[in-house]
């Protein structure tokens, strides 16, 4: 069975250069919305002491952890060196608007 992608609501309710928690079965996910308009979707645990990403700074298409500065690439979901570390990337795309979320992020 194919699961339809989830609607997680419009762009326009994540400012620009901001996150948002989107609280699924399988655990919180961090969506955010670049200064550009590109939208990305990552685990909102950093992997270093479990920051809360989405509270994170938003920068290009990195975001900064909030409680240690570990930054990592929102796209590839790879922590800048010298840290070491990876966060789940989640599919996403916008559609008429709307962001819509990989149902994967739903599963183990």
Do not use: N
Not at 68 to 84: I, L, Q
Request: charged share 30%; glycine share 12%; proline share 6%.
């Amino acid at each position: 069975m194919t699961m339809d992608w989830l609607d997680i609501g419009a762009v326009e309710d994540i400012p620009r250069r901001g996150g948002r928690v989107v609280r699924t079965a399988r655990g919180c996910v961090a969506v955010f919305r670049a200064a550009d308009d590109r939208v990305f979707a990552l685990d909102d645990r950093c992997p270093h002491k479990g920051g809360p990403l989405s509270d994170g700074i938003v920068h290009g298409h990195s975001v900064t952890c909030p409680l240690h500065s570990r930054v990592f690439s929102m796209e590839t979901g790879e922590a800048r060196a010298p840290d070491e570390g990876h966060v789940r990337v989640h599919g996403t795309r916008v559609e008429a608007g709307r962001i819509l979320l990989d149902p994967a992020a739903l599963r183990d």
